[in-house]
């Protein structure tokens, strides 16, 4: 490729050759020739050719007045100078994803509004079945006043079917293929040009970015930015997970070890089930733990406990099994059962009539088996519906250090059973060796019967 070279010696240069320079088509050339913005000589064969002072006398004008041109160069560069400021905007934002994704959202937001130069941008994030406003940039400032809002998912999104299988949107008012879903979603947000991108974190729907003006905009040529950034906001919150679960993690890991003292100082087995209870309720922020013990093919309440305290007076109740058809299968093979909701088809009417009357949306019960054997259940309920997978580890964990307190209180308890009838057996030994008459005999061990 030829370059232009300033100075007296004079330098030809072809068709190529200047559109190469100018970073326009070679058709480009050939038209402001003809208007004559750009001067050209004939070479002795006929052909165009063009003098590198003129080419570069073209080439400072072009970059000095910042004015769109004819033909290709202008767009050209715009188009670079909107790749370099997208490329330097996403660095920025892959900077703070190892070490503060959270910030990802908001900051995401203000660089579109730079990028775009839409009058505002807003970010939501899923929470449960609704959108929540987590930033809001409106000419370039994050406006500390809007965030918080919630939607229903349904009412909010402007696409129909599964937002994150939906991809990009940008519509505008006057568009005559504009769906329903979308025209209600800008006429709620009072815009007339819209450009929604979901946020997929982990292959879920987690949200979405989107750019709003009530003028008549054209989103479309900001594609590829909302795309991308779009695309690292889903990032962050993957990384926002995987923190908040290794937190998770390491907080379990504590709670087990300062348990696991507390379970090899027990003595007392009515006060350790009292503290276990609370425990769980704090670590695993329950709003009811109900614990339960083993024993001569009863299961009996050990403790009821609540956030206003223990219950004493359900203690020692017992649970009636054929009322609870979701236990079938923890009591044989041990397994846990999580309840996310009163939808779910294991739970029989009567365990969903007592949940609601107790005003609970969700449950996890967790056996305690020790040597193989059952010998006590947990069960952990919530005011809303709730996935229980991410407390499964603690609990598990839990229930496996305090099974053998369980089994241990069991085995003292059958202990001191058999030694309490063996002693009346002694003292029904010696009342009737004393006893001088039938009849006497017959009235001593009725009375030691009814004791």
Known sequence: MATVKEGPEALWLRVGDVAAVLGVSANTVRRWTDVGRIASHRSPGGHRRYLAEDVHALLSELEGDGIAQ????????????????LLHASSDLVSLLAGRPGDVPAEAARSLCRLTGAPRC??????????????????????????????????????????????LLCV???????????????????????????????????????????????????????????????????????????????????????????VAQTHDFDRFVLRFAQRLLTAAGAECVDVWRVGGGVIRLAVSCTREGASPELREKILDTARYPSLERTLLDHTPLLIRDLRDERLGQAERDVMGRWGFA???????????????????????????????????????LVAGVFDSTALVDESRTIDRLRGELVALGADLAAAEEPGDIAERAAARLRV
Do not use: N
């Open 172 to 262: 505008r008012a006057d568009d005559a293929r504009l769906t329903p879903r979308a025209r209600q979603a800008m006429r709620r947000r009072g815009c007339r040009s819209l450009a929604w991108a979901p946020l997929i974190a982990q292959g879920a729907f987690a949200g979405a970015l989107e750019l709003s003006d009530a003028g008549d905009r054209d989103f479309s040529q900001h594609a590829e930015a909302l795309e991308t950034l779009a695309r690292i906001c889903g990032e962050a919150l993957a990384v926002q997970r995987a923190m908040g679960e290794l937190a998770h993690r390491d907080r379990t890991m504590r709670e087990l070890v300062d348990f696991s003292k507390e």
């Open 362 to 400: 969700s449950s996890l019960t967790m056996p305690l088996v020790a040597g193989g054997e059952l010998v006590g259940l947990v069960d952990l309920y919530d005011d809303d519906e709730r996935d229980w997978e991410a407390d499964l580890e603690f609990l598990t964990g839990a229930g496996q």
């Open 122 to 167: 807003d970010l939501y994030l899923v929470e449960g079945d609704e959108l929540r406003l987590a930033a809001s940039v409106e000419d370039d400032e994050l406006d500390p006043g809007r965030p918080g809002a919630v939607w229903p998912i349904g009412d909010w999104i402007p696409v129909d079917g599964d937002p994150a299988a939906a991809g």
């Open 70 to 85: 004819p033909g290709d160069f202008a767009e050209l560069r715009r188009q670079s100078q909107d790749v370099r400021a």
